[in-house]
């Protein structure tokens, strides 16, 4: 079955990079684009950024001075990486799944929080 | 594109009609969707396309609108249902709401 899974360091310092992984099984991602959306905690979602199918990228326009998406499609692996961390960058951080259409499978999350 | 979620906060009890509101900055030509997220869990996908249903949702569940209004309607609320619901529109970019959070009276 479809799955997602986060991982990545829990804390990060401040204007450190943080590098987080979305380990997927169940599809392929050269069939299936992959998006990074975080919640800072108590507040709402936004999207972050996507690879898409054929490895192209897109960012949202606030954050696409400080972040990169790549892959190893022959690991299913999706990485994140976004520099220049601060507090206000500390939030659960999922990886979702894309078929064409809105976001149908979601990992489970990761927490990390941006603290000296 | 942005959107705009109301109420904020909706109080109601087991058995109400509820309609949650989702407006966009711009049209969205029905590429909105709404997912239901609890407390600890990812969200997850109700509806697509304005009011098709995902796989496994139950049928209390429906969408409805056009352009830039859209709404999510729960016939009949069940216990289970208490959650925040957002809106998301991939028309133009992709952009969530900032949700509504359904709580009991």
């Known amino acids: 079955q479809v799955q997602l899974k986060e991982s990545g360091p829990g804390l990060v310092q401040p204007s450190q990079t943080l590098s987080l992984t979305c380990t997927v099984s169940g599809f392929s991602l050269t069939s299936n684009s992959v998006s990074w959306v975080r919640q800072p905690p108590g507040k709402g979602l936004e999207w972050m950024g996507a690879i898409w199918r054929g490895g192209s990228t897109d960012y949202n326009s606030a954050l696409k001075s400080r972040l990169s998406i790549s892959r190893d499609t022959s690991k299913s692996q999706v990485f994140l990486k976004m520099n220049s961390l601060q507090t206000e960058d500390t939030a659960i951080y999922f990886c979702t799944r894309s078929d064409s259409g809105p976001f149908d499978y979601w990992g489970q999350g990761v927490m990390v929080t941006v603290s000296s | 594109i942005q959107l705009t979620q109301s109420p904020s906060l909706l109080s109601a009890s087991v058995g109400d009609r509820v309609t949650l509101s989702c407006k966009g900055s711009q049209n969205i030509n029905n590429y909105l969707a709404w997912y239901q997220q609890k407390l600890g869990e990812a969200p997850k996908l109700l509806i697509y396309?304005?009011?098709s249903l995902q796989t496994g949702i139950p049928s209390r569940f429906s969408g409805s609108g056009s352009g830039t209004d859209y709404t999510l309607t729960i016939s009949s609320l069940h216990s289970e249902d208490l959650a925040t619901y957002y809106c998301?529109?991939?028309?133009?970019?992709?952009?969530f709401g900032g949700g509504t959070k359904l709580e009991l009276k």
């Open positions: 396309k304005t009011n």
């Open positions: 998301y529109q991939y028309n133009n970019g992709w952009t």
